[in-house]
C-alpha cells in the first residue's frame, strides 16, 4: 500500500503567506511602465513557491521515495528512492538554530535528508520503524511547529495590514 505524505499545512501557508505579504504592494506601488510586468512576475512568483512547497514523500512495503515537482528540480531539490533494506541507520547533525536534522545513512554510504516537514510524521517514523528496525525515539520536527504558525499569522496580520493601509490610500485621494 502507498502512502503519501504531503508538506505541512503551517509550513505551506508559511512560506505563501510570507510571500504574499511581501510582494503584493509592489503591483501597487510600480511605476505605470512597469504595472503588467510586475503583475505577472508577483502571479510568476506565486506560482513557484506553490510548486516549490509542493514536494511530497511516498512510502510502499519496499521502500521510502521524495518527489518533487519540475520546478523544485530547477531549483536543485533531486527524487530519489530508497529500499528500506538498503538503510543502516540514522545519522543526526544540529544546525545552526539548536536544532537536529536526520540522515537515512544507507549501506553504500549515501545519506538522504530525512523530511522533518511532512504531514503525519509520527505515522512516516512508525512505518519507517517498522520497516527497518530503527529506534526513532530522537527523531522530531526540525522546528517546532509553532514556529510556522506564528510566521503565518504574522504573514497574515502584514497582509490585512497592507489592504488598510491601501484603502485609506485611495480613500484619501479621493476626499482630495
Sequence with gaps: MIEKFKTLFFVKSS??????????????ISIDELKNF???????????IVMVTSDYVETCDKKVSYKTNFISKIFGRKNWDI??????????????????VFYFNTNK?????????????DKFL???SSKTGIDIKDISY?????????????????????IFAFKYQILSMLNL
Design 126 to 128: 512508525l512505518n519507517f
Design 15 to 28: 512560506l505563501i503567506s510570507l510571500y504574499l505579504a511581501l510582494t503584493i504592494p509592489i503591483p501597487f
Design 109 to 121: 554510504g549515501d545519506n538522504y535528508l530525512i523530511p522533518q516537514r511532512i504531514e503525519d510524521f
Design 38 to 48: 510586475s503583475i505577472i512576475i508577483f502571479i510568476l512568483g506565486f506560482y513557484l
Design 83 to 100: 529500499y528500506w533494506k538498503d538503510i543502516k541507520l540514522i545519522k543526526s547533525l544540529p544546525t545552526s538554530q539548536g536544532s537536529k
Design 142 to 162: 526540525i522546528s517546532p511547529l509553532w514556529t510556522y504558525k506564528v510566521l503565518t499569522f504574522l504573514s497574515v496580520l502584514m497582509i490585512i495590514g497592507e
